[in-house]
């Protein structure tokens, strides 16, 4: 009944049920790689990072029943994948982008050797809180159910917004991404700093790759990821390095996942692969028009290889 | 490394050519015996991974060796699966020497392989007057063009609008397999196609064929020309010169009076041309038309293939003869030894890992250096 009650406002609905739901692995990987490029490196892998992540999870949650547990367990795994990039990175001539496309092949496979047995089982789903229950229309109560992991991701956004003005670590990543030389004129470790900011990226792409397997879809699949670690990184530049920034590009980015599903819910079918393009053509428009020949992009850490 | 130095010196006087013989094997032996270490640590740490999963590393390599190289018929299986890689790789490694990571061949060719269907659905009419070859034609250049058009796009973004090539490459692949996807199951779709979307197939005769006394599709030969053609441009023309100036420094390539802009076009149109003839072949020669198949992930160990072999377009038909093989292994691996054919991919991965790691060793050994040789003693 209410399905048709609500007609074609189900499309901005669903976007912006999409939006709230898509988004959360974008910003989760997209604030751990803003961490790491804004300390110089730039980490291709996160793609394999995410999608072990998912599988962890989801496999610590089946077997354990907790699922916080996989959530920690995805994000430990990921600290892991981040210390075995920013460790193999500090050696000279290797470079930091081919080591992530390697890293994300390994992940992938390290995901799917040990994710076979995962696939079957049910495991238990993070919790959602219902932000819907004003109203009476069962769409608007199902796009509002907000999962916690959302509401981490801004609050995480927030504090690494503050933090990277205000704190000393803040600073320390920043002066690290912007001059290795500056940094170890004030007694600082580049290469130290580089990896626990690429560990903590790892940590947190994992994480996203944890809602993913435990929230939405909510289930282990090999094609759990639709390339989220990937778009992170041009996102991140779409953002500026800016933790707010991420947040809003990560919002709408799921918003643009979302618009395929949403049209088809209403009958809209054809070009349904098109739209199912669309998160992508927007990056990539982004990052047409952010983009400039002659000058690096404004905002950019000095160390970082890809705006160089 | 110093008995070595003392040899080379020894073997001075008397014969004029030894030690400039030496030296020449030294300079040259660094980018095979480096790459040779690094797949044997590959090796050996692929080894502690399955034995950790209580699986002897023996049986895994002696199965991998007999269901790759074992026999005529798992070569010929080999020999199948590395033709598509070796125009894959070519994607990758071209633009590498002008300095570009470029990954998002898959795009290239799933987009190849579609356009060469469209363009074989065009042609079919004509074939009845024409020789088949003219629908090869047809569609190769239709597979060319498409992918041409697709990483020279990327060159273009990477030029005249600096869009990072990686990124943009890669999210294009994504691009084009929606779009492949797209026109499969749209206004390509043959419609007797029910459980897998695919275009009109091509009629049997009308197949790209076996090498003689081989079960191995033309596309192999087509890939090797494609790898010498690729090496001759790259280190015996002027094209290939500047392309390698340009990689190493743009403004030192600018200055001289280089057209780096036109340069970075023409090489990742090529690039992109090769895996849009890749995808061509998939549909000539495999498939028999354009479906979902074609994202089979050729691009994606291209990228293995060429880091491995350095981005030398020679040296990648010898990789991907050996990256063949270890694909073409697993299904033997999968059923014998129960590992799942995930395994595969690990063992990419960390090949993969260990070989990027390796670059950090280049110059590092005195061995490799002649120059060096004397100044110690």
Not at chain 1, 26 to 32: A, E, M, P, Q, R
Not at chain 2, 152 to 160: A, E, I, N, Q, T
Request: proline content about 5%; aromatic content about 10%; some cysteine.
């Amino acid at each position: 009944m209410a399905a048709t009650e609500i007609g074609l406002w189900g499309v901005p609905l669903a976007i912006l049920a999409g939006a709230i739901r898509v988004s959360t692995p974008f910003i989760f990987v997209s604030l751990g790689e803003a961490i790491t490029e804004r300390s110089g490196r730039i980490n291709l892998g996160l793609e394999g990072t995410l999608v072990f992540g998912a599988m962890i999870a989801y496999a610590i949650a089946y077997l354990t029943g907790s699922p916080w547990l996989g959530v920690l367990a995805a994000m430990a795994s990921g600290a892991v994948f981040g210390l075995f990039h920013g460790w193999i990175c500090k050696f000279p001539k290797v470079n930091d982008i081919a080591i992530g496309i390697a890293m994300m092949q390994f992940g992938l496979g390290m995901a799917f050797f040990f994710g076979k047995a995962f696939i079957q089982p049910v495991a238990p789903h993070l919790p959602a809180i219902g932000f819907g229950w004003w109203s009476s229309v069962p769409q608007v109560r199902a796009a509002l159910d907000v999962n916690v992991l959302f509401l981490v991701g801004i609050a995480l956004a927030i504090a690494l917004y503050w933090a990277f003005r205000n704190t000393r670590i803040g600073l320390v990543i920043r002066v690290v991404g912007d001059s290795s030389d500056a940094a170890r004129a004030m007694g600082l470790n580049p290469d130290a700093v580089r990896l626990l900011a690429t560990a903590a990226g790892g940590a947190l792409a994992a994480a996203g790759g944890a809602y993913l397997s435990l929230y939405y879809p909510g289930s282990w699949t090999e094609g759990i990821s639709s390339g989220q670690g990937l778009m992170a990184v041009a996102l991140v530049i779409f953002a500026r390095w800016n933790p707010l920034g991420c947040l809003a590009a990560a919002i709408l980015f799921g918003g643009a996942g979302a618009l395929g599903p949403a049209l088809q819910s209403v009958g809209v079918t054809g070009g349904y692969y098109l739209f199912y393009a669309a998160p992508y053509v927007l990056t990539l428009v982004i990052m047409i028009v952010t983009s400039s020949p002659g000058r690096a992009v404004a905002g950019a850490p000095g160390e970082l290889s890809i705006t160089r | 490394m110093t008995v070595e130095a003392t040899d080379a010196q020894a073997s001075i006087p008397g014969d004029k050519g030894g030690p400039a013989l030496v030296e020449w094997i030294a300079r040259r032996s660094e980018g095979i015996v480096i790459p040779l270490a690094a797949i044997l640590v590959g090796l050996a740490a692929f080894s502690v991974f399955v034995a950790f999963l209580g699986k002897s590393p023996f049986d895994l390599f002696g199965l991998m060796v007999k269901g790759g190289f074992g026999s005529w018929f798992s070569i010929q299986n080999t020999l199948a699966r590395a033709a598509p890689l070796l125009l894959a790789a070519l994607c990758v490694a071209l633009p590498a020497r002008l300095g570009l990571v470029v990954i998002g061949g898959e795009g290239a060719i799933v987009l190849g392989g579609v356009a060469a269907a469209a363009a074989a659905a065009i042609a079919l009419p004509a074939v009845g007057i024409l020789p088949p070859a003219f629908l090869w034609v047809a569609m190769a250049l239709a597979g060319m063009v498409a992918g041409g058009m697709w990483i020279g796009l990327v060159g273009f973004l990477r030029h005249y609008r600096a869009v990072n090539e990686t990124i943009s490459s890669l999210l294009m692949a994504y691009i084009g397999i929606a779009l492949m996807n797209n026109f499969v199951e749209g206004p390509l779709r043959d419609p007797s196609s029910l459980n897998k979307p695919s275009t009109a197939p091509l009629p049997a005769d009308h197949m790209i064929g076996n090498i003689p006394g081989m079960d191995v599709h033309w596309g192999l030969v087509a890939g090797i020309v494609a790898c010498v053609l690729s090496w001759v441009l790259m280190e015996k023309t002027r094209w290939g010169f500047a392309a390698r100036i340009a990689g190493g420094n743009v403004r030192a390539a600018q200055i001289q009076g280089l057209a780096v802009g036109p340069l970075i076009l023409a090489f990742t149109a090529l690039a992109g041309a090769f895996a849009g003839l890749a995808g061509m072949i998939e549909v000539a020669a495999v498939q028999g038309s354009a479906n979902a198949s074609l994202a089979a992930g050729y691009g994606y160990t291209g990228i293995l293939v060429a880091f491995l072999a350095r981005h030398n377009p020679l040296a990648i038909i010898p990789v991907a003869f050996l990256l063949g093989g270890i694909e073409a292994s697993g299904g033997l691996i999968q059923r014998r030894l129960e590992l799942p054919d995930a395994t595969v991919l690990v063992l990419q991965g960390m090949l993969f890992i260990i070989i990027l790691f390796s670059e950090t060793y280049y110059g590092r050994f005195r061995i490799f250096n002649p120059d060096l040789w004397k100044r110690r003693a």
